[in-house]
């Protein structure tokens, strides 16, 4: 009885690792994705901070 159970099941359980595969590899593509757009951020940050620097003196 437990073969035939395992047997229907393992389908449905094979397609659910292969989509926590997938969300695993795109949310690593997002990740750095977002690490590069915050290191812009801050580089922006940073050089309207010199500027404003540069005014004040």
């Known amino acids: 009885m437990a073969k035939l159970g395992l047997s229907k ?3 449905k359980l ?3 690792a292969k989509g926590q595969d997938a969300v ?3 949310s ?4 750095k994705k977002m690490l590069a757009s915050a290191k812009s951020f801050m580089m922006v940050g940073a050089g309207v901070a ?3 620097g540069g ?3």
């Open 9 to 11: 099941i393992a389908p």
């Open 50 to 52: 010199i500027i404003a």
């Open 14 to 16: 094979f397609g659910v």
């Open 28 to 31: 690593s593509g997002s990740s």
């Open 55 to 57: 005014f004040t003196c």
């Open 24 to 26: 695993g590899k795109s």
